[in-house]
């Protein structure tokens, strides 16, 4: 196994460019969330089939035809990914999505390939990260601290190196907070700017979906290529964006 690949999308293109298997980049992901000893980042992993389905549908390596190529990811578990329950931390309230959400179709398309659900405040009302009937994720940087909330498991992945970005909300900081006290990137895009179909509410016209990554200019990526209009979100607004995911059809644009 190729060892210590820094998990930057530009670093881990290099490294499949030169030969690096996705395979080796996840035995790292898993060796490294492992490590950690933390049951409080991830409330649900992917199985080695869900993982398998995902390589399989990459093809060749094309970061032009999906500028995502073999990037690992995680999910805040109030965001639909099909085949992973989604239970916003409670579990009475679990289902299975019957699609992924709007954002998690564009990752999928643009070959990102997702670890798992992160744990999270339940219902994302908090701005802690200890409101879960699960175990409460351990800062990184200080155990003695709260993780900050409510996208706690998102950030604390990201800050150990985990995968290279992770989806996390923001309706009133959660994005913004575990970003801080991780020590990481958060991005809250402008309202709108990124659909919420498949995303649990907290409050429908103040919800965004949220970015956490270990550099500016990824989250940047990530969030330019979630900008994509979508006609099933009342509150989505056009953006503009020269990527268009193949597994969207393109909707005429609002005015």
């Not at 701005?127 to 498991?153: A, E, Q, Y």
């Not at 907290?202 to 990554?213: E, G, K």
Request: charged letters at 15%; glycine letters at 8%.
């Amino acid at each position: 196994m190729t060892s210590d690949i820094p998990l930057h999308i530009d670093s881990l293109h290099q490294a499949y460019g030169r030969g690096t298997r996705v395979n080796e980049v996840l035995q790292q992901c898993h060796q490294r969330l492992q490590d950690a000893n933390d049951p409080g980042i991830f409330l649900t992993l992917s199985s080695e089939a869900q993982i398998a389905e995902q390589l399989a549908s990459l093809g060749p390596f094309d970061p032009d035809l999906k500028p995502l190529w073999g990037v690992p990811y995680a999910v805040k578990d109030n965001i639909d990914v099909l085949g992973l329950p989604t239970s916003a931390a409670c579990p009475a309230f679990s289902y299975q999505p019957e699609k992924d959400a709007h954002v998690v179709t564009i990752l999928r398309d643009a070959g990102a390939i997702c670890l798992g659900k992160t744990n999270m405040d339940q219902f994302a009302t908090g701005l802690t990260g200890v409101r879960t009937p699960h175990s409460i994720p351990r800062n990184p940087i200080d155990d003695s601290l709260i993780p900050g909330g409510s996208s706690s498991g998102s950030a604390v992945a990201v800050a150990l190196g985990i995968v290279a970005f992770a989806l996390g909300t923001d309706t009133a900081g959660s994005g913004r907070v575990p970003a801080a006290l991780n020590n990481i990137v958060g991005i809250k895009p402008s309202l709108g700017a990124l659909s919420n179909s498949g995303v649990v509410p907290a409050c429908r016209s103040l919800d965004s979906v949220s970015i956490f990554s270990l550099s500016v200019l990824d989250g940047n990526k990530v969030r330019a290529l979630l900008s994509r209009y979508d006609e099933s979100d009342p509150f989505s607004r056009p953006m503009g964006q020269s990527w268009q995911p193949s597994s969207l059809v393109p909707s005429p644009i609002r005015r």
